[in-house]
């Protein structure tokens, strides 16, 4: 009987926030982009398929029954993707809104473009 080693690599798999609901046995993987362009469903999409083999092996190593990926989009000029509602509702985030956060995205984008303006460290 011989041994058999398996090497699982994973490839930038490293999410902003990892919740872990030991009562009801379920993860939350969560993942906030803020991109420059506005293709909002792509950019989803993409994190959606980074972060799936993770979700499976969370689900195998922390004993969970299921592992959730949300991505949070807010694109640098405030738009948010459509799924929005539905990701902050799996958050239990009742309290924040839209437009707090596009206007925190908004108002740190104009930071960045007035600090390159001006050249200011």
Known sequence: MGIIIVILIFLANRPDIVLV?????HAIIVDITIPHDDNPVKAEKEKVSKYLELAHEITAMWNVESAVIVPIFV???G????????HRKKLSLGCWNKGRIQKAVVLETARIVRRFLTLEP
């Open 21 to 25: 609901d030991r009562s009801v046995r």
């Open 75 to 77: 694109s640098v000029n």
């Open 79 to 86: 738009l948010l993707a459509k799924s929005f509602e539905q």
